[in-house]
């Protein structure tokens, strides 16, 4: 009897543990009242950042929340680059957010990041002095990579390379100081290149603002197309040399 009396009296003691720690769980894990915003925020606002979060918290509870979850469903929001979430007691949550940093726009509705990486404008303007790129997908790197080479090498002729396109064949093509079109195409780009230097500081640059486009894809020499002129015989269908 006295053996029965003990298993009785310890399995009541674990019966009011039980009940005790689901009735602390319960008032613990009440709903979600607060959500703080922390992080240098240059370019979307609070308020923005708040709209998109709502959704994720709608019908969550503070201690049941998976803040792992929560944290990768933040990550998928435009201009979000680096997410930490952590619980404040007793009811709040508190987001630390990297915004991420655009370097250039990209394929006419996204921008991409340093890493070339990229990402949706969403409803936020981004700086206008943003170099235009394009590429098929997946190339954003290998794009950005390069305008940072063919701009580097522009400097020291005064010009600046404001858009890039990678074309899906793999052929380049891009425009100086928002003007003249560069067809550099796929093959023998450094030695295409030297040529364009070489012709524009002896001739060329003194009559940008009268050049349409020039053509590299050539053997040799350098096909321009000035303004108020036909197309020169072939331009648009020149061979990789």
Same mark, same amino acid.
């Given at each position: 009897?006295?053996?029965?009396?003990?298993?009785?009296?310890?399995?009541?003691?674990?019966?009011? @543990?039980?009940?005790? %720690?689901?009735?602390?769980?319960?008032?613990?894990?009440?709903?979600?009242?607060?959500?703080?915003?922390?992080?240098?925020?240059?370019?979307?606002?609070?308020?923005?950042?708040?709209?998109?979060?709502?959704?994720?918290?709608?019908?969550?509870?503070?201690?049941?929340?998976?803040? *792992? #979850?929560?944290?990768?469903?933040?990550?998928?929001?435009?201009?979000?680059?680096?997410?930490?979430?952590?619980?404040?007691?007793?009811?709040?949550?508190?987001? #630390?957010?990297?915004?991420?940093?655009?370097?250039?726009?990209?394929?006419?509705?996204?921008?991409?990041?340093?890493?070339?990486?990229? @990402?949706?404008? %969403?409803?936020?303007?981004?700086?206008?002095?943003?170099?235009?790129?394009?590429?098929?997908?997946?190339?954003?790197?290998?794009?950005?990579?390069?305008?940072?080479?063919? *701009?580097?090498?522009?400097? #020291?002729?005064?010009?600046?390379?404001?858009?890039?396109?990678?074309?899906?064949?793999?052929?380049?093509? @891009?425009?100086?100081?928002?003007?003249?079109?560069?067809?550099?195409?796929?093959?023998?780009?450094?030695?295409?290149?030297?040529?364009?230097?070489?012709?524009?500081?002896?001739?060329?640059?003194?009559?940008?603002?009268?050049?349409?486009?020039?053509?590299?894809?050539?053997?040799? %020499?350098?096909?321009?197309?000035?303004? %108020?002129?036909?197309?020169?015989?072939?331009?648009?269908?020149?061979?990789?040399?």
């Amino acid at each position: 009897m006295r053996r029965r009396g003990g298993l009785l009296g310890v399995v009541l003691l674990l019966v009011l @543990f039980g009940a005790g %720690g689901r009735a602390l769980w319960l008032w613990l894990d009440r709903p979600i009242e607060r959500v703080s915003i922390r992080g240098e925020l240059g370019h979307v606002s609070a308020d923005y950042l708040r709209d998109r979060l709502a959704p994720l918290l709608r019908g969550r509870t503070w201690l049941s929340v998976d803040v *792992a #979850e929560l944290r990768e469903s933040a990550l998928a929001i435009d201009w979000i680059a680096e997410v930490r979430v952590s619980r404040q007691w007793p009811d709040a949550l508190t987001f #630390e957010l990297v915004e991420q940093v655009p370097v250039a726009r990209w394929n006419d509705d996204h921008l991409l990041n340093p890493r070339g990486e990229p @990402f949706a404008l %969403g409803p936020v303007s981004p700086p206008g002095d943003l170099p235009d790129l394009a590429g098929p997908p997946g190339s954003g790197a290998e794009v950005l990579a390069y305008h940072e080479r063919l *701009a580097a090498r522009f400097v #020291e002729l005064g010009l600046e390379l404001s858009q890039l396109r990678l074309e899906p064949r793999g052929a380049w093509r @891009f425009q100086l100081d928002d003007g003249v079109w560069v067809m550099l195409g796929r093959n023998d780009r450094e030695a295409r290149l030297a040529r364009l230097t070489a012709a524009w500081r002896r001739q060329l640059g003194d009559q940008a603002s009268h050049i349409r486009y020039i053509d590299l894809r050539y053997p040799n %020499g350098v096909a321009v197309a000035w303004h %108020g002129e036909s197309d020169p015989d072939g331009l648009d269908e020149a061979e990789e040399g």
